[in-house]
Structure formats: structure tokens, C-alpha cells
């Protein structure tokens, strides 16, 4: 038979189920509403397809690829008749539906294409009706919405120029609305920068999506919408992540991924995607890169030896020049094959973005700092001196000689 698959937040063994089971589940809750007659609400019918009826957390991944699809050929097998509220249900289907399908994947582009197609004439048939005209406004920002995302996975200039139409129609709406959708905005512009970056063949996207206080901000609404344990938020935090590491603020990105792998395994369980993309997340923010003076090239510092007179390097050191060099490509070189290299602390330079503390400073104008934690910003390699920004509120970014700072393996506990 069919596997059993759990894409939710459910533990343990709770939640598993064949796909077919939770199709069928989900149908019956169509069936009984109908059966009960009376108007049928579309977030009930539809939370029945998307949401896992223990956990209440949404499907993920495949799960819910396969449930969405389920869902709009029950709502056009089970739900007759030609009333506006049949056509607002299907609308809600087809929608969601659209929202999974990657347009850069044929068989995916075959059937968006037909979705696109149907919400079109929906729409044309919806926005004169009175008696849901309400209801008509809030899905019409998801149909926009949906087209956008879709449009934007096709990926050809036709397209493209297509999703910044339609992301013009959800700016118009929400601004006719005044209702509060900065997160689908924020959302909305940086899928805007990476369309104008494909349309013109430049790097655009560098002032918005990889800016730090757009992601900053995009992160804050979401938390503020949607809560901070929703999947959402959780990646729009992944994001705010990334890009605190790529400005070189490694101890509050991994302050923030801390806390995030916190919820998500509380939330949402430690299988579950979200969290999965969080814990990948950490893993790379907690690397330690530095630099060997006598080889001018990076390594990954594992840990201190020898009461820190020593410090542990993963890939062994060329030892002549006739060994294989590693070329400095932006990455951490890992030399395979070849173990660990055990060198003298003093021929190590912390790397912009790796977290040090400092220890040893004597003068009355900065003994202060001994014990202070910080990261990196930036190296002076000839003078041996790194510019350090501290974690503490209050504290100046100072210089600090190479000799007077440690990596730092693992962060303290906020205080």
C-alpha cells in the first residue's frame, strides 16, 4: 500500500497516515458540510486540505503539494451548482493550488497556466456581486498574490513583466483596503528587485533583499501578523539570519537561530522543515573561520589546545610548496582526506564575522573590555590589529591587537 507520510508538527508516532486516508479525511469534511447545508465556508473547507487536524499546523513539502491538488478536484467533483458562493470556494481552491505549482517545471507550467486561466473568469464573474463583495476583496489579494509567485517561476521576460502587473494590482489593493499587509508587501518588493534584476541582466537585488534592515524589518512584520512560531516567520527569520552573517554580525545571528531552533523544535518538532532549514542554518553561522599568517589562506578553528596556546584546524597545512594550494574563493577551504592541522595560536587570524573575546588588555583604557565578546568587522593583517564591535549595549567599537583576543567557540548565555 501506500507509505505512511507526516509532513506536520506532529511527535512521535502521532500524525502518520497514508496520503489517501488524509485525502479522504479532508473530503469528508466537504461531504459533512454540505450535508448540513446552509452557506459553506471556505477557510473551513480548505483547512481540512492544509492543516493537520492534531497538530493544527499546516502540511509541508510534498504533503502539501499533493493535498492542494486533492483539494480543488474535490471542490470541482463535490461542490455543484453556479451560485457566487460556489465560485468564491473554488476561487479558494485554485488559489492555493497555484501557490505550490513551480512554473520552471513542465508539468507544473501545464497546469498553472489552466488555473490561471479559471481564476481569471472567476474573477470576472465575482466583482460585481454585492452579496460577496467582501469576501470577494480578501481572495482577490490571494489570486494576485498566487499569480505573482507563479508568474515569477516560469521565469521568461513575458512572465516577469506579468508578476510586476500583477504585483502593481496587490499594492492597489491593499492600499484601497488600508488593511495591514506589510509582510506580503516586503514580500512582494523583494520578489519586485529579483524581477527587475532578471529583466535587465544586473545584480539589483543588493539594496533590498540582502539589505539588513529590510530583512530586519520583514522579520518584525511577520512576527507581528503571523506570530512567531509560524513556519513563515520562522524562514523570513532565516533570512534575517543570513543576512546579519553576511554584514558580519555573527553573535546576533546565531543569538536569533538559537531561538528559532528553540520554537521550531517546541512548535513544530525537530523533523519538521522549518526547523530542519534553521539547525542548517546555525551549522554554517557557528564555523569558525580564520586565517594562517603563514599561508594567507582560510581554515575552519575547531577548538583551543593546551590552555589556548594551540588551536585546532580542520584540513592539514601544506607542509612545502609542492603540496596542493587552496584558492580563497569565499568558502572555508576543507582539504579532504587529511585530518586535522594542530598549529600555534599566535599564526591564527580571526576572519571578519568570527566572534573573539578579548583577554589580556592591561591599559587603564581598556582593561574594561577583558571578558567582552564581539565580533570581527574587520583585519589589519599587516598590523595585526582587528576592529571589534561588541555584544554589550554601551560598549564602542574598538581596536584590538590580535594577541589580546580568542575565538569564541560557543556564545555565553544572554544575560
Known amino acids: 500500500g501506500a507509505p505512511l507520510v507526516r509532513d506536520c508538527s506532529c511527535r512521535g508516532s502521532s500524525g502518520f497516515a497514508h496520503l489517501p486516508c488524509i485525502i479522504q479525511y479532508a473530503e469528508s469534511t466537504l461531504r459533512n458540510a454540505q450535508e448540513r447545508g446552509g452557506a459553506v465556508q471556505c477557510s473551513d473547507i480548505c483547512r481540512g486540505f492544509l492543516t493537520c487536524p492534531n497538530c493544527n499546523q499546516e502540511y509541508q513539502n510534498n504533503v502539501k503539494y499533493e493535498m492542494t491538488r486533492a483539494l480543488v478536484a474535490c471542490v470541482e467533483r463535490e461542490v455543484t451548482g453556479t451560485g457566487h458562493g460556489q465560485e468564491l ?3 479558494t481552491a485554485l488559489t492555493e493550488r497555484l501557490f505550490q505549482l513551480d ?4 508539468g507544473d507550467k501545464t497546469e498553472g497556466d489552466e488555473i490561471y486561466g479559471k481564476l481569471l473568469a472567476l474573477m470576472d464573474k465575482m466583482k460585481d456581486c454585492d452579496d460577496i463583495s467582501e469576501s470577494f476583496k480578501a481572495i482577490e489579494l490571494d489570486i494576485y498574490a498566487s499569480m505573482c509567485n507563479f508568474d515569477f517561476t516560469v521565469g521568461t521576460d513575458d512572465s516577469l513583466k506579468r508578476a510586476k502587473a500583477n504585483i502593481a494590482k496587490v499594492r492597489d489593493i491593499c492600499s484601497a483596503a488600508g488593511g495591514d499587509q506589510m509582510h506580503l508587501l516586503t514580500y512582494l518588493d523583494a520578489m519586485m528587485k529579483d524581477i ?7 545584480d539589483l537585488q543588493c539594496e533590498h533583499v540582502k539589505d539588513l534592515n529590510f530583512s530586519r524589518q520583514h522579520y518584525i512584520d511577520a512576527v507581528e501578523t503571523l506570530g512567531q512560531s509560524d513556519p513563515t516567520t520562522i524562514r523570513s527569520g532565516v533570512d534575517l539570519a543570513a ?3 553576511r554584514e558580519d554580525c555573527t553573535i546576533e545571528a546565531t543569538r536569533l537561530l538559537l531561538k528559532l531552533v528553540k520554537i521550531g523544535r517546541q512548535v ?3 523533523d519538521h522543515n522549518c526547523t530542519a532549514n534553521v539547525v ?3 551549522t ?3 564555523e569558525r573561520r580564520v586565517i594562517v599568517k603563514s599561508q594567507k589562506r582560510w581554515f575552519k578553528a575547531l577548538r583551543y589546545e593546551d590552555d589556548g596556546s594551540d588551536c585546532v584546524l580542520e584540513g592539514l597545512l601544506p607542509e612545502s610548496a609542492d603540496d596542493p594550494k587552496v584558492e580563497e574563493s569565499g568558502t572555508i577551504p576543507i582539504l579532504p582526506g ?3 592541522a594542530v598549529i600555534p595560536s599566535t599564526d591564527i587570524l580571526p576572519f571578519p564575522g568570527t566572534p573573539v573575546i578579548c583577554h589580556g588588555l592591561r591599559l587603564r583604557g581598556s582593561s574594561h573590555l577583558n571578558g567582552k565578546i564581539g565580533d570581527v568587522r574587520s583585519l589589519d593583517v599587516d598590523d595585526g590589529k582587528c576592529l571589534v564591535h561588541f555584544e554589550e549595549e554601551g560598549l564602542e567599537p574598538t581596536v584590538v591587537k590580535i594577541g589580546n583576543l580568542r575565538v569564541l567557540f560557543e556564545l555565553p548565555e544572554e544575560s
Do not use: R
Open 280 to 282: 542548517l542554518a546555525l
Open 103 to 106: 512554473g520552471n517545471k513542465e
Open 268 to 270: 513544530h518538532g525537530p
Open 338 to 340: 587529511k585530518g586535522a
Open 196 to 202: 527587475e534584476s532578471k529583466l535587465s541582466g544586473k
Open 89 to 91: 470556494l473554488h476561487a
Open 284 to 286: 554554517k553561522v557557528e
Open 243 to 245: 543576512a546579519l552573517y
